[in-house]
């Protein structure tokens, strides 16, 4: 065999893609040539070297994000085309609109607005017959519980564009809106034309009554089991704190995060909605929140993928925090745990160490 | 219609697992992505040349197409070709977008760990200083000889090492003969060879460095 036909036929020599007859040709040919094996030998150097390079992965955020899209699509793709239909914004707008007539002419009141509203709400509550804890109720009394709910609604509301200076009340806020979230305030907003509490939260207007429809459904009928539907909704949530977060909202993150987490805490990915969590609270510089979330992961989730990063963190949150002694623990945790990876944290155990030390020389 | 997960096994043929999911099956997409994500990661950052959060947005993009355009895929297609189209388009379509803006996206990965201040560019920490300097030279050398190889060498090289692909596939893929493909296959590694030998890398530094990042 001449050089020039063992140079053309090196890169299929190199991925074993030539006929073992011609391969034993090269083979002879390597073993004679000087030149052309260390050619070769260069070449699967370059390839082993290539090889040797560290794999990427992508963050698991990214994974979880790409197969809810999938998973919903799938689910949009399942449904026949009256439900469909049916679950088109445009067609549910519709059908509000003219839900709202048949009530406003069944009422045949121009009264004001207010007044008007939570008879609605009492109405609405009697015919679904839901109201087992109404049934004790009078009506006067129905209707205060409903305004009530409607007063916690409008506050919660009220609440979220103002609260972006008060990051401390995130977390309340979001059990707040839930909270607002009851029949009657869901008919109310519907009469008033307001967008629903999730909705002025940054919610899209389909996932947003799809979450109303599960709130209310579990507290009408606490028997009702409708778990699809409520893991869907916690992916939801936790999709749009993910947004959120990579818009670098990251008070509108917690306040989502944190609904996500209430109706997923049971999902497998709820220590991962935590793990953002404390990452948006690390993010506004909220160690102390970041901290609470943490401890709550290595407690509930101690086979979190990414429990290193966690310990890590929650040792950074304590360092922050000035509580040394915590800190100390975190990185003797971490030290316990990855042996290997001592020098990670080597130089922050020796400062919090030598803090911890002056603090308690004092 | 209702998903089961009994549909779907990971013995069929992607093309199968593609049909199940137009019919609305979740798990057949679960099993596809699982089954090529990586190949196709990997090919984006070594396309691009970076892991960041521009490599995500990218590999996200390709599966949404997917997902997206599915019901036009056909099963007389080989569901791989297609995919890795997507995925090509989608880095060739990036470097023109970046060559234009000449700046870098502000975008970060979700949970970057800038601010986990558990960077560590050295996987292997048993490594002395000197030699952990010096890995990090070699995959910052490989990374800009790499970035370096013309588009059509670069996607040639990478399609056989991150994707492992034939030359028939690759020829297939981006539209030329097999003995062009082969031919730029030749010329990368050429490239990359000479690349390593100006900087005088030598085998043992890669074989002590085991693992480095690019």
Request: aromatic letters at 8%; a neutral charge.
């Given at each position: 065999?001449k ?5 053309e036929?090196?890169v299929?020599?190199?991925y074993?893609?030539?006929?073992p007859?011609e ?26 070297s ?5 794999q ?9 994000r790409i ?6 699509m799938?689910?949009k793709k ?6 469909q239909?049916l679950f ?8 509000v ?21 939570e008879?609605?709400?009492v109405k609405?509550?009697g ?7 109404g049934?004790?109720?009078?009506t006067d ?7 009530m ?8 509301l009220?609440?979220i ?11 309340a ?12 305030a869901?008919e109310?907003?519907v009469?008033?034309?307001?967008p ?6 940054g ?7 799809n979450l109303i429809r599960?709130?209310?459904t ?10 699809s ?10 999709e749009?704190?993910?947004l959120?977060?990579s ?6 993150a917690i306040a989502?995060y944190s609904?996500?987490?209430?109706m997923?805490?049971?999902?497998g990915?709820?220590?991962t909605i935590r ?7 690390k993010?506004l510089n ?10 709550e992961i290595?407690?509930q ?11 890590i ?6 360092m922050?925090?000035q509580?040394y002694?915590?800190a100390e623990?975190n990185?003797?945790n971490?030290?316990?745990?990855y042996?290997?990876r001592k020098?990670?944290v ?10 911890h030390?002056?603090?308690?020389s004092? | 219609?209702?998903?089961d997960?009994?549909n ?6 992607d ?8 019919r609305?099956d979740?798990?057949?997409f679960e ?7 990586y190949?196709?990661?990997?090919f984006?950052c070594h396309?691009i ?12 993009d390709?599966?949404?197409k997917?997902v997206?355009s ?7 297609a080989k ?6 189209q997507?995925a090509?388009?989608g ?7 970046m060559?234009?803006?000449k700046?870098t ?9 800038e601010?986990m ?6 996987a ?7 030699k952990?300097?010096?890995?990090s030279?070699i ?6 000889a ?12 990478l399609?056989?090492e991150?994707l ?7 020829a297939?893929?981006?539209g ?6 082969k031919?730029r296959?030749r ?7 000479k690349?390593i030998?100006?900087e ?9 460095g ?5």
């Amino acid at each position: 065999m001449k050089c020039s036909e063992c140079n053309e036929k090196l890169v299929e020599y190199l991925y074993s893609d030539l006929p073992p007859e011609e391969r034993r040709k090269m083979d002879g040919h390597f073993e004679t040539c000087e030149r052309c094996a260390k050619q070769l030998s260069q070449f699967q150097f370059v390839l082993t070297s290539f090889q040797q390079l560290k794999q990427h992965e992508p963050h698991s955020l990214v994974h979880q994000r790409i197969l809810a899209h999938a998973k919903d699509m799938a689910l949009k793709k399942g449904r026949s085309w009256l439900t469909q239909l049916l679950f088109k914004p445009s067609t549910a707008t519709v059908v509000v609109v003219l839900l709202a007539l048949s009530i406003f002419y069944y009422t045949r009141q121009f009264t004001p607005l207010g007044i008007h509203t939570e008879k609605v709400v009492v109405k609405a509550k009697g015919v679904r017959g839901v109201g087992e804890k109404g049934d004790q109720m009078s009506t006067d009394e129905q209707m205060i519980s409903a305004s009530m709910r409607e007063k916690k609604a409008e506050t919660a509301l009220s609440a979220i564009p103002s609260s972006s200076s008060k990051i401390e009340e995130n977390k309340a806020l979001s059990e707040r809106v839930l909270e607002g979230i009851t029949p009657g305030a869901q008919e109310k907003l519907v009469a008033e034309s307001k967008p629903s509490a999730t909705v002025s939260i940054g919610m899209h207007p389909e996932h947003s009554r799809n979450l109303i429809r599960m709130v209310r459904t579990l507290e009408d009928n606490a028997e009702v089991q409708v778990p699809s539907l409520q893991s869907k909704d916690a992916l939801y949530a936790f999709e749009l704190g993910n947004l959120y977060f990579s818009q670098s909202d990251f008070e509108k993150a917690i306040a989502t995060y944190s609904i996500a987490l209430m109706m997923g805490s049971q999902e497998g990915y709820a220590s991962t909605i935590r793990f953002q969590l404390a990452l948006s609270y690390k993010k506004l510089n909220d160690c102390k929140s970041a901290v609470k979330v943490l401890d709550e992961i290595q407690k509930q989730h101690p086979q979190h993928p990414e429990i290193d990063k966690v310990i890590i963190m929650a040792g950074d949150c304590y360092m922050d925090l000035q509580a040394y002694d915590k800190a100390e623990i975190n990185y003797t945790n971490f030290i316990h745990k990855y042996p290997d990876r001592k020098s990670q944290v080597a130089d922050k155990l020796e400062i919090v160490r030598k803090f911890h030390r002056v603090n308690l020389s004092y | 219609m209702i998903t089961d997960q009994k549909n779907v096994s990971n013995e069929q043929s992607d093309e199968e697992l593609m049909q199940l999911y137009q019919r609305g099956d979740e798990y057949a997409f679960e099993t596809l992505y699982w089954r090529h994500q990586y190949g196709i990661f990997n090919f984006i950052c070594h396309f691009i040349g970076g892991s960041g959060g521009q490599a995500e947005e990218l590999l996200q993009d390709v599966f949404l197409k997917v997902v997206k355009s599915g019901k036009r895929y056909k099963p007389t297609a080989k569901f791989t070709t297609w995919l890795y189209q997507i995925a090509r388009n989608g880095c060739i379509d990036h470097l023109r977008k970046m060559k234009h803006r000449k700046t870098t996206s502000l975008s970060e990965p979700i949970g970057s760990e800038e601010e986990m201040v558990v960077e560590s560019t050295i996987a292997n920490s048993n490594l002395s200083p000197e030699k952990a300097t010096r890995i990090s030279e070699i995959t910052e050398i490989l990374k800009k000889a790499i970035n370096a190889l013309p588009e059509e060498q670069r996607e040639v090289f990478l399609m056989r090492e991150d994707l492992d692909l034939s030359f028939a596939e690759i020829a297939e893929l981006i539209g030329c003969p097999i003995n062009t493909a082969k031919s730029r296959m030749r010329y990368a590694l050429e490239h990359l060879r000479k690349t390593i030998e100006l900087e005088g890398i030598t085998q043992s530094e890669v074989i002590e460095g085991e693992v480095f990042r690019m």
